[in-house]
């Protein structure tokens, strides 16, 4: 199986679509004062088992860092 890091076009797309998908989450929250340590764990886990599901590899720190700040 090769990296999809090698496909940089394809791999910044997940990561653009899940950076999209967590801040929809995250306003979503904000708007039903919903926002908690839990709701905002559960956003990155999600985030980072879609990841991991559509690269084939965990999430990096750096991944991490860029996604979520």
Do not use: C
């Not at 076009?9 to 998908?21: D, R």
């Not at 908690?36 to 764990?41: M, R, V």
């Amino acid at each position: 199986m090769s990296d999809i890091r090698e496909d940089s076009a394809k791999f910044e797309q997940i990561k653009k679509e899940l950076e999209k998908e967590g801040m929809d989450k995250v306003q979503t929250m904000w708007k039903t004062n919903s926002v908690n340590e839990k709701t905002i764990t559960d956003v990155l886990k999600s985030g980072m088992k879609t990841f991991e599901e559509k690269t084939g590899h965990p999430m990096s720190y750096s991944d991490m860092r860029e996604l979520y700040g």
